[in-house]
């Protein structure tokens, strides 16, 4: 059984240990984190896990990330391109705040453990309740020193080592959107469709009265959809998206699904009905 198989069938052990991940301590932490994300933080409590974007003034998404609440700290979880412009974006509102950051990236390790017969984690740094392939599972951040170890510990429980390649495929099949593919600063929080995101009773943040404007107004010009393309070569990021002969949007990122036998693929679209890639049909696919 390969790690592709593994993920939909077993489980698989995929090691993310590249992306960035930040440590944030002190009184006003999660204070500070609330402030600056579109997720209920200022209530999190040890062992929960959030996901939430970072805005700008503009609401435009600057990045997502997954917070762990620790017992004394909050540890952010980001795509690698992400993680410095993160970290400056943290850093320049520290004013009078009792926070202190630590980018802890290259002291840790990051593993994603994941697919329908995952085993239980064992006690590590911090559990991520969520993972990045979007099959059920978690994510656990051990010392660098931990990373080979935990690894075997793992395969020795019937896991099967994962690979990046395949996990995107899951990833993509599973409709998750990547920060630096899917979603750019050129996004709207409301254009990804990705509800667990935004909490819309929290109190202010920066990026808020854009993302209320959004809600009163009812509607974004284009969303973010999962697709399937009845085809075997995905196209590439850019390529247009038709309804009818009309222009209707743009693929972002697209793999060949193994288990489904056609292209899998994300899009930014304004209309949804008759569509097709490159002379290929394709259908817009609803999420469990």
């Known amino acids: 059984m390969n790690g592709y198989e593994a993920l939909h069938n077993g489980a698989a052990v995929v090691d993310y240990s590249t992306r960035g991940r930040i440590r944030a301590t002190g009184e006003d932490r999660k204070r500070l984190l609330h402030a600056l994300t579109t997720n209920q933080v200022q209530e999190m409590e040890a062992g929960d896990t959030r996901y939430a974007f970072f805005l700008n003034a503009q609401g435009r998404i ?3 990330v997954w917070i762990y609440c620790g017992a004394d700290y909050l540890l952010l979880d980001l795509e690698p391109e992400a993680r410095e412009k993160i970290y400056a974006h943290l850093d320049r509102y520290i004013i009078a705040d009792d926070v202190t950051l630590e980018d ?6 990051e593993l994603e453990v994941a697919g329908p017969g995952a085993p239980e984690p064992a006690a590590a740094a911090a559990v991520f309740r969520g993972t990045l392939t979007g099959q059920p599972g978690y994510r656990i951040v051990v010392s660098a020193a931990e990373r080979e170890a935990r690894i075997a510990e793992l395969l020795q429980q019937g896991c099967v080592a994962g690979t990046a390649e395949e996990a995107n495929v899951v990833r993509v099949e599973n409709g998750v959107a990547r920060y630096g593919e899917d979603i750019t600063e050129a996004n709207l929080a409301q254009e990804t469709r990705i509800a667990a995101a935004l909490h819309f ?4 943040y920066l990026g808020q009265e854009i993302v209320e404007r959004v809600r009163s107004r009812g509607h974004v010009n284009k969303t973010l959809w999962p697709l399937t393309i009845a085809a075997t070569e995905p196209p590439p990021p850019g390529a247009k998206v038709l309804s009818g002969d009309k222009e209707a949007g743009e693929i972002t990122s697209a793999v060949f699904s193994p288990a489904q036998g056609v292209v899998r693929a994300l899009a930014y679209l304004r209309a949804t009905e008759n569509l097709s890639v490159a002379g290929s049909a394709a259908q817009t696919v609803q999420q469990g």
């Open 62 to 64: 600057l990045s997502d």
């Open 104 to 109: 802890v990236t290259a002291t840790t390790s």
């Open 201 to 204: 009773s929290k109190g202010c």
